[in-house]
């Protein structure tokens, strides 16, 4: 299959390239952590590296760290899983024993966490020192994988803090102006919500609050067979996650947006003593049409509306789910669905971000489905498509907003239609990579002897 090539398999030769492209990565990544800590500090703020080093001793958010713990024992047999989770378990037990008996403060009244960390790192010790060639390598993608699930979260964090930092002004006028085009659904789905408390509030917080657990379940049964192929599959959720987690707080800083609960609502009316918002008209009165204009906003509120990447996930999950059991299908699609009507419901997107963030998702996806078999023709016309829609749509909500509030016939269909084109297109191009059977060859007639 490998042909020679001076001396050794093209095979060992492709491998050596893939390493280094590999080391590539890590470095970056190693170098963009150090960058975002720096940041941080800067602002006064523990940074990636410092959270990741804390939640060895100090009480961390569990969920993401068990959701790492999961996510790395794929690698691992049944027997391995066992004694892994009984281990992190005992070592939480004994931090939470310790600081009661110390009375020690804990983070936001977490207990658990501390375990699962330690567990994953003792896991790569076990890699480095107890396995070699390939079972060291897929036990260290094992570990790596759940540490970036932990890392991913970290640095969310310490973006959304540069971004409230960084970014004194915001252009929601901008995009609640452009909104009239889509009837101003977030002014339409928070009269619902209210209509409808607590049933609704409830259900609503709970899956927006619990999108990275549905993420870690459709993730598990994508890798459910690694410990018995001893491979990753080609293409799975947990990469799409971390890589719209990556880009996305990077179109924030380009395009600062707080959401209409915090723009014309209450969300963060009084902090300092100063009123932010433009007035108290959410969700009961739409905004008023006006020609828009930057408006100061607080340094503590997140500029993380556009796009909207609970959107985004939610997408990416209801997509890779598409190949799971019944049951995780309807729950990929409850969970969009869910997601988008308690991202307008709240408060915390308009309807323009979500459009955006369905059209950031995909044009994602399709790059690193491209990335991942190979570049071609479609691959590549469906991800310049996408980014150039995408594009499109920042322009058009910034330069364009007025135009569009008072022509909602015609820029509504046309955000819709253009939403709906990469859509189609990703599930066109799809459909062309899926293989295709070859038909069975029918057996020729036997004639019967005379």
């Known amino acids: 299959m490998f042909p020679r090539k001076?001396?050794?398999?093209?095979?060992?030769?492709?491998?050596?390239?893939?390493?280094?492209?590999?080391?590539?990565?890590?470095?970056a990544a190693l170098g963009f952590l150090i960058t975002l800590e720096i940041a941080a500090r800067r602002y006064g703020q523990p940074g990636p590296i410092t959270d990741q080093v804390n939640g060895l001793i100090l009480a961390p958010k569990p969920g993401p760290l068990y959701g790492g713990l999961a996510l790395m024992m794929v690698v691992l047999t049944w027997r391995q899983r066992l004694i892994a989770a009984s281990v992190a378990i005992g070592i939480d037990v004994a931090f939470v024993l310790?600081?009661?008996?110390?009375?020690?403060?804990?983070t936001d009244g977490h207990l658990f966490g501390n375990g699962a960390l330690w567990v994953m790192l003792g896991y790569a010790v076990i890699a480095v020192t107890r396995r070699t060639g390939d079972e060291r390598l897929l036990l260290l993608k094992g570990v790596g994988l759940g540490l970036l699930l932990v890392a991913g979260r970290k640095t969310g964090d310490t973006w959304l803090l540069i971004t409230a930092k960084t970014r004194p002004t915001v252009l929601d006028q901008y995009v609640a102006t452009a909104d009239h085009a889509l009837g101003n659904p977030s002014w339409l789905a928070g009269r619902i919500i209210k209509a409808t408390d607590p049933i609704g509030t409830h259900l609503l917080?709970?899956?927006?609050?619990?999108?990275?657990?549905?993420?870690?379940?459709?993730?598990?049964?994508q890798l459910r067979n690694v410990a018995v192929e001893r491979r990753f599959p080609r293409h799975h959720l947990?990469?799409?996650?971390?890589?719209?987690?990556?880009?996305?707080?990077?179109?924030?800083?380009?395009?600062?947006?707080?959401?209409?609960?915090?723009?014309?609502?209450?969300?963060?009316?009084?902090?300092?003593?100063?009123?932010?918002?433009v007035a108290n008209l959410w969700p009961h009165t739409p905004s008023p049409i006006n020609t828009p204009h930057t408006m100061s906003y607080d340094e503590i509120t997140p500029r993380n509306c556009m796009p909207s990447l609970h959107t985004a996930w939610a997408t990416a999950i209801f997509i890779h789910s598409r190949r799971a059991p019944r049951i995780l299908r309807f729950a990929g699609t409850f969970w969009l669905?869910?997601?988008?009507?308690?991202?307008?419901?709240?408060?915390?997107?308009?309807?323009?971000?979500?459009?955006?963030g369905v059209v950031f998702a995909l044009t994602i996806e399709a790059a690193l489905r491209s990335l991942e078999r190979g570049w071609d023709r479609p691959g590549i016309q469906l991800v310049i498509y996408?980014?150039?829609?995408?594009?499109?749509?920042?322009?058009?909500?910034?330069?364009?907003?007025?135009e569009m509030a008072t022509h909602p016939w015609v820029f509504g269909p046309l955000l819709i239609?253009?939403?709906?084109?990469?859509?189609?297109?990703y599930v066109r191009t799809t459909k062309l990579w899926e293989p295709t059977a070859a038909p069975t060859r029918q057996p020729e007639?036997?004639?019967e002897p005379v």
């Open 6 to 27: 001076n001396g050794r398999s093209a095979f060992a030769a492709w491998r050596q390239r893939r390493a280094l492209l590999w080391a590539a990565v890590g470095v």
């Open 98 to 106: 310790v600081r009661y008996a110390v009375d020690a403060k804990m």
């Open 205 to 221: 917080h709970l899956v927006y609050a619990q999108l990275a657990v549905a993420a870690v379940v459709v993730a598990l049964y």
């Open 238 to 277: 947990v990469r799409t996650f971390l890589v719209i987690g990556l880009l996305g707080p990077a179109i924030y800083m380009l395009f600062p947006v707080v959401g209409p609960v915090f723009a014309y609502g209450p969300g963060a009316s009084g902090t300092g003593g100063v009123d932010w918002a």
């Open 337 to 356: 669905i869910a997601t988008l009507g308690a991202t307008l419901g709240f408060g915390y997107h308009y309807g323009a971000d979500l459009v955006a």
């Open 386 to 402: 996408g980014a150039t829609v995408f594009a499109a749509l920042l322009v058009l909500y910034r330069y364009l907003p007025m």
């Open 417 to 425: 239609l253009a939403m709906t084109s990469v859509v189609y297109g």
């Open 445 to 447: 007639p036997q004639l």
